[in-house]
T-cell receptor
Framework: ELKVEQNPLFLSMQEGKNYTIYCNYS?????LYWYRQDPGKSLESLFV???NGAVKQEGRLMASLDTKARLSTLHITAAVHDLSATYFC????????????WGAGTKLIIKP | ETGVTQSPTHLIKTRGQQVTLRCSSQ?????VSWYQQALGQGPQFIFQ???????GRGNFPPRFSGLQFPNYSSELNVNALELDDSALYLC??????????FGPGTRLTVT
């Protein structure tokens, strides 16, 4: 069974700093997703990564995928307060049936 | 283009009762997935429907069942409710295996 681990689970940082969230998964997968969730809200899709070496950027967020290492990173550049949220990665998994397996989430707090 | 909608927004049920949650997919999307998110935790995949057929299921017991209709709207049914079923239930629609768009969720409380 596929397991997805995120680290750190909690991150408090200052505005203007850079940081990276890591998402490791335990078995082969072709597709990885990053989502954002604000407190009490639903989930917002950030990135869909489909192949080894995929890199996508949106504003101050950049996501990458290394399928050989089974690792994705979400990099935050020059953080601003509005990026405070919980970030989840999720991975497609297919054995006898399809599942989408989620990490536990990284709660990010960005202080002014 | 309308987004994903869910009803009701909040619901309180008693242990042992049955509940039906509803989801209206984004226009043109043929795939719907349902998730359970307990407070402070990540979403747990319940199941996915593609063109009215279940094509994926997570580790949930059979008392969690679903339907997808020809217009691609969907229902999640939970029988014999337990206290641990209290959670936020999210549905998401997509076009096959592409990016998913989430609804606002239904907050279910079981007492």
């Amino acid at each position: 069974e596929l397991k997805v681990e995120q680290n750190p689970l909690f991150l408090s940082m200052q505005e203007g700093k850079n940081y990276t969230i890591y998402c490791n998964y335990s078995t082969t997968s072709d597709r990885l997703y990053w989502y954002r969730q604000d407190p009490g809200k639903s989930l917002e899709s950030l990135f869909v990564l489909l192949s080894n070496g995929a890199v996508k950027q949106e504003g101050r967020l950049m996501a990458s995928l290394d399928t050989k290492a089974r690792l994705s990173t979400l990099h935050i550049t020059a953080a601003v307060h509005d990026l405070s949220a919980t970030y989840f990665c999720a991975v497609d998994y297919m054995d006898s049936n399809y599942q989408l397996i989620w990490g536990a989430g990284t709660k990010l707090i960005i202080k002014p | 283009e309308t987004g994903v909608t869910q009803s009701p927004t909040h619901l309180i049920k008693t242990r042992g009762q049955q509940v039906t949650l509803r989801c209206s997919s984004q226009s043109g999307h043929n795939t719907v997935s349902w998730y359970q998110q307990a407070l402070g935790q990540g979403p747990q995949f319940i199941f996915q429907y593609y063109r009215e057929e279940e094509n994926g299921r997570g580790n949930f017991p059979p008392r969690f069942s679903g339907l997808q209709f020809p217009n691609y709207s969907s229902e999640l049914n939970v029988n014999a409710l337990e206290l641990d079923d209290s959670a936020l239930y999210l549905c998401a629609s997509s076009l096959t295996s592409s990016e998913q768009y989430f609804g606002p969720g239904t907050r279910l409380t079981v007492t």
